[in-house]
Nanobody, 125 residues
């Protein structure tokens, strides 16, 4: 079984940057041809929404319209880790950010089998 642990959240001012990390342990996704990892976020009282995803093989990326040109998702094949570089942060980016893993890169949360515990990102005005 795969375990995912996020880190890097915190409090920043609008316009600032944060880099989230997600480290995977246990069994990796390397045995799956369509393995993928993604980031979702959820604000209090709101539904969990897609942020970004990446195919492990080839590194093809996908982004929600709300974060395009501001956020960048990347991977580290050796460490089996995924990152989310967040620039030009806005107050509406405030949420708990979750790392997810599965066999399909998708914007649908239920498509992912593994989830991290979440890390809080707060952006002040």
């Amino acid at each position: 079984q795969v375990q995912l642990v996020e880190s890097g959240g915190g409090l920043v001012q609008a316009g600032g940057s944060l880099r989230l990390s997600c480290a995977a342990s246990g069994r990796t996704f390397s045995t799956f041809s369509n393995n993928a990892m993604g980031w979702f976020r959820q604000a209090p009282g709101k539904e969990r929404e897609f942020v970004a995803a990446i195919r492990w093989s080839g590194g093809r990326t996908y982004y929600a319209d709300s974060v395009k040109d501001r956020f960048t998702i990347s991977r580290d094949n050796y460490k089996i880790a995924v990152y989310l570089q967040m620039n030009s942060l806005k107050p509406e980016d405030t949420a708990v950010y979750y790392c997810a893993g599965g066999t399909v890169a998708s914007q649908v949360a239920r498509s992912y089998e593994y989830w991290g515990q979440g890390t809080q990102v707060t952006v002040s005005s």
